[in-house]
């Protein structure tokens, strides 16, 4: 089986290098852009500031065939059991909220990935109770 992805936008942060950037969200960390293709602004409708949404991104810069790590805290941990960028498909998850929506772009603060990440998509988040 193969499956194909299809980009639709990109993301604006302040890290250009894996160095830079942080090894989570920050939920009070620098705004960051989500910059949707312009075919995909109909797909906004209905998202308000103050929302949470979850943001599927690819870490194009990852290494693929991690499945374990040494990790400072816990030992050897699963590449599963972390949110380590590397591991068989690089996609990045976050859950936060929007802070502003402007044409086909949404601000949000704190990601944690390099400026220039392909975005994958955007979902509602799902409130947990």
């Known amino acids: 089986m193969n499956a ?3 980009f639709i936008g990109h993301i604006s942060t302040p890290y250009n ?3 830079e950037c942080p090894k989570n ?4 960390g620098p ?8 075919e995909y602004k109909p797909g906004l409708t209905g998202l308000k500031a103050g929302q949470r949404i979850l943001i599927l991104y690819w870490l194009e810069k990852a290494e693929r065939r991690v499945i374990e790590k040494e990790t400072k ?3 050897l941990a699963g590449t599963f059991a972390l949110r380590t960028p590397h591991r068989p498909n690089p ?3 976050a859950v936060i909220p929007i802070v502003s929506i402007e044409n086909c772009v949404v601000t949000v603060r704190g990601l ?3 400026s220039g990440t392909p975005l994958i998509d955007i979902k509602p988040a799902i409130k947990l109770e």
Request: glycine share 8%; proline share 0%.
């Open 4 to 6: 194909e992805l299809k």
């Open 17 to 19: 290098t894996i160095e």
């Open 25 to 28: 969200i920050d939920f009070d």
């Open 31 to 38: 705004l960051c852009q989500i910059s949707l293709d312009e």
């Open 73 to 75: 805290d816990r030992g």
């Open 91 to 93: 996609i990045g998850a």
């Open 112 to 114: 944690d990935c390099l």
